[in-house]
């Protein structure tokens, strides 16, 4: 039986296996748009976390359900998760969308998480070919298969580069990344690279990545400067969907997501957002 994406969201509950074999859509013939949101989800603490409220959300292990909860409300069906929690509690989020879940092991302290309401293979960790360089991927990034339904295998990119004001490292990260994946740039392959990259759009890091054939999807179609952090008043735009092969030609959305419970409201010193970072959307014809 197909599920309209109003039954989606009522039924944060149903396993991802069902859910992958009843995709959303009501017209067999026309595929549903595809819905992807990169997020730096702060490790689920809540932000500020110091905030007394942030501090009992998470002791009473709510921060799984509220995550689901508020992204049900976009109607995801591919996420990324930057700074991720526990492979427990991602697991729960996972489980209460209806989605797959795969886990790339972070260089440091930072895992990253994708999940799709679509089968996933062919996952790898820092796909380089061999070993991670130990100066490189600290945070992470990993890739894998997408079998997204009525349309060709889509290949996604999580990841989350390196932090610092001094771009050197990051500069390492995106060629190397770059060099990986030139083989399906070549081909024209649908791919998508999804995550908090740490850089601006005036950057040289992020050139590299437009030289190399990535659309910036907000770019494409967004409006105004979009900036993604902080969740208070955002002032940087350091996270992105970005897109490469057919796909690009089919974005009709890109925005940061600075509403609900994402956004901090400062006019009340009791609330909390989510994470520091907005999720950035991105909508797919």
Do not use: C
Request: without cysteine; proline residues 8%; aromatic residues 8%.
């Amino acid at each position: 039986m197909k599920l309209s994406r109003r039954q989606f969201t009522a039924a944060l509950g149903v396993s991802a296996v069902a859910t992958a074999a009843a995709p959303l859509g009501a017209d067999d013939s026309k595929p549903a748009p595809l819905r992807v949101i990169a997020y730096n989800i702060y490790k689920a603490t809540g932000w500020p976390k110091q905030r007394s409220l942030a501090k009992r959300a998470v002791e009473e292990k709510q921060m799984a359900e509220r995550l689901a909860m508020e992204l049900a409300l976009h109607e995801p069906d591919i996420i990324n998760f930057s700074e991720s929690p526990s492979e427990a509690m991602t697991k729960a989020v996972a489980e209460r969308l209806g989605m797959h879940h795969v886990r790339f092991p972070s260089g440091g302290h930072w895992p990253g998480t994708l999940l799709s309401r679509y089968e996933m293979t062919d996952s790898e960790n820092t796909p380089l070919g061999g070993e991670r360089p130990k100066d490189l991927f600290t945070r992470h990034w990993g890739r894998a298969t997408v079998h997204v339904a009525g349309r060709d295998p889509l290949i996604v990119h999580s990841a989350h580069l390196y932090p610092t004001p001094d771009p050197t490292v990051r500069l390492k990260e995106v060629r190397a990344m770059i060099k990986a994946m030139k083989p399906d740039l070549d081909a024209g392959r649908s791919m998508l690279l999804i995550g908090d990259l740490n850089h601006g759009p005036d950057s040289e890091e992020y050139q590299l990545w437009m030289d190399a054939g990535w659309v910036d999807t907000f770019a494409q179609v967004g409006e105004g400067e979009g900036p993604t952090i902080p969740a208070d008043t955002p002032k940087h735009r350091i996270d992105y969907v970005l897109a490469t092969g057919p796909i690009a030609q089919r974005t009709s959305e890109s925005r940061p997501l600075f509403e609900g419970a994402f956004r901090l409201n400062i006019q009340d010193e009791k609330s909390f957002a989510l994470s520091d970072h907005l999720p950035q959307l991105a909508v797919f014809q």
